[in-house]
Antibody, heavy 116, light 113 residues
Framework: QVLLVESGGGVVQPGGSLRLSCTAS????????MHWVRQAPGKGLEWVAF????????YYGDSVKGRFTISRDDSKNTLFLQMNSLTTEDTAFYYC?????????WGQGILVTVSS | DIVMTQFPDSLAVSLGERATINCKSS????????????LAWYQQKPGQPPKLLIY???TRESGVPDRFNGSGSGTDFTLTISSLQAEDVAVYYC?????????FGQGTKLEIK
């Protein structure tokens, strides 16, 4: 079955960096675009970034553009999110999501806390 | 970006009664070439990731009970739960996938009256 497992979360100071990973299994990774979606505690869903199935195009939400970079390593079936210049506003659960057009499979999420 | 607006923000319905959640997009999400609305609905329960309920505005995902129905076209959409069950307590989100920059509604919290 489809599995998406995020890792790399934790506590980081404002201005710091963190790299999230998402390991995918149960489907042909190279056939799908992938997204990151985040959710601040007690808040709604915010789309963060998208990378096409072949990595040729990447898109970012306005709140993370210029600070976050989405990438993929197809040899390892892994999606990444490099997060730089973090602020307290970036504190959230981060979900890795498969792009089936709609979001048909989600990871369990990983918590990123930005705090001094 | 396409702005998605849901209403109401919260809703309390008695068990067995109908629940209706509305979603409006700032521009049409109907793709004329295939006549499909690029609109999905998700259900999120506490401590869980969202779960896909409805796609193409009205197609139920496999395994979703038939009390969940989606309708609408263009810019106006509705999620209806025909007979509310206790396990339907959750937050519901609409989402457009018309373009690569996906956007969600702010969510509607559904509770039991």
């Amino acid at each position: 079955q489809v599995l998406l497992v995020e890792s790399g979360g934790g506590v980081v100071q404002p201005g710091g960096s963190l790299r999230l990973s998402c390991t995918a299994s149960g489907f042909i990774f190279t056939s799908y675009g992938m997204h990151w979606v985040r959710q601040a505690p007690g808040k709604g869903l915010e789309w963060v970034a998208f990378i096409q199935y072949d990595g040729t195009n990447k898109y970012y939400g306005d709140s993370v553009k210029g600070r976050f970079t989405i990438s993929r390593d197809d040899s390892k079936n892994t999606l990444f999110l490099q997060m730089n210049s973090l602020t307290t506003e970036d504190t959230a659960f981060y979900y890795c999501v498969r792009d089936g057009g709609n979001f048909d499979y989600w990871g369990q999420g990983i918590l990123v806390t930005v705090s001094s | 970006d396409i702005v998605m607006t849901q209403f109401p923000d919260s809703l309390a319905v008695s068990l067995g009664e109908r629940a209706t959640i509305n979603c409006k997009s700032s521009q049409s999400v109907l793709y004329n070439s295939n006549n499909k609305n690029y609109l999905a609905w998700y259900q999120q329960k506490p401590g869980q990731p969202p779960k896909l309920l409805i796609y193409w505005a009205s197609t139920r995902e496999s395994g979703v009970p038939d009390r969940f129905n989606g309708s609408g076209s263009g810019t106006d959409f509705t999620l209806t739960i025909s007979s509310l069950q206790a396990e339907d307590v959750a937050v519901y989100y609409c989402q457009q996938y018309y373009n690569a920059r996906r956007t969600f509604g702010q969510g509607t919290k559904l509770e039991i009256k």
